[in-house]
């Protein structure tokens, strides 16, 4: 109580000076309109100022959660997507997977049954001969090996490693991978990396006759790893081998693989039928 007494002795005047503001302030709002109101304005944007603040802060924390949810629903967009893209109508009596329709005639086939689950990138090279990256997903989360990567805008590689909680995936940029694919019309070749030029694919094999131009997409086939009609890149530059017309073409690659931090890692439940069926054939 002393100590509290010494205080106020000390700070008399400053305390006096402030409660008299506190009293003027309150007197000015409820007798004078236009000061009042230009009070309670000034106030109502202090106190807008501070929840915006408040707000941008809950927000920031807030974006990993956000991010999340966004990949989440992505990932479940793109399967309903590829249900829709990767059934065949055969005019025929048999199929492997039927489904009821108006013309008993038509069955529905599945050649495929992808899903995608979302991950995150912790670790990635771009510099090496083969290149890779390490993303935040493994075993426990339904992740295996030779299971397709893909971004939000194009391929990415292939799983190659798996642990319980992560796994390394070999980029496309590497000497190792070789992947099919088309363009628009849907003349088909093969993506290389030329690992002198960390951003960019070439693509091989491509028929004289097919018209290329600068600009055009190249897309996957689903004669890869790959879903089929995933956006590669676009044509940078086109070339003729003299010693069989073939073209080649350099491509800008669709994905940004030195700013890349969110993937998808693609499933295709079919995948293993499809090999073990692919396998025994050429073991015959």
Not at 94 to 122: C, E, G, P
Not at 201 to 208: G, N
Not at 251 to 274: A, C, D, G, I, W
């Amino acid at each position: 109580m002393r100590n509290f007494i010494l205080f106020v002795r000390r700070f008399f005047n400053l305390i006096l000076f402030l409660s008299l503001e506190i009293v003027c302030v309150i007197l000015i709002e409820r007798t004078n309109t236009l000061q009042g109101n230009d009070i309670i304005s000034s106030a109502n944007a202090v106190s807008g100022l501070v929840y915006k603040k408040r707000s941008d802060v809950v927000y920031y924390f807030g974006l990993r959660n956000m991010n999340d949810s966004l990949l989440n629903e992505n990932a479940m967009l793109r399967r309903k997507i590829e249900d829709l893209k990767s059934i065949d109508t055969l005019k025929d009596s048999v199929a492997l997977h039927k489904v009821i329709s108006n013309d008993t005639n038509t069955h529905i086939v599945k050649y495929a049954d992808y899903t995608y689950r979302s991950a995150r990138v912790i670790n990635n090279s771009i510099n090496a001969s083969d290149n890779y990256i390490t993303i935040n997903r493994g075993s426990k989360d339904g992740v295996g090996k030779n299971m397709a990567v893909i971004s939000g805008t194009g391929i990415v590689g292939r799983v190659e490693h798996v642990s319980a909680h992560f796994a390394s995936v070999l980029s496309i940029l590497s000497a190792k991978q070789k992947v099919s694919a088309k363009l628009r019309d849907a003349t088909i070749g093969y993506i290389v990396w030329d690992e002198k030029q960390p951003d960019q694919l070439q693509m091989i094999d491509v028929p004289p006759q097919a018209k290329v131009k600068k600009g055009d997409s190249v897309f996957t086939t689903n004669f890869s790893f790959f879903p089929p009609d995933i956006l590669v890149g676009t044509v940078m530059r086109i070339t003729v081998l003299k010693k069989n017309n073939f073209q080649k073409l350099y491509l800008q690659p669709s994905t940004n693989f030195r700013r890349l931090q969110y993937v998808y890692v693609v499933e295709n439940k079919m995948s293993e039928e499809k090999k073990r069926l692919e396998d025994s054939t050429v073991k015959k």
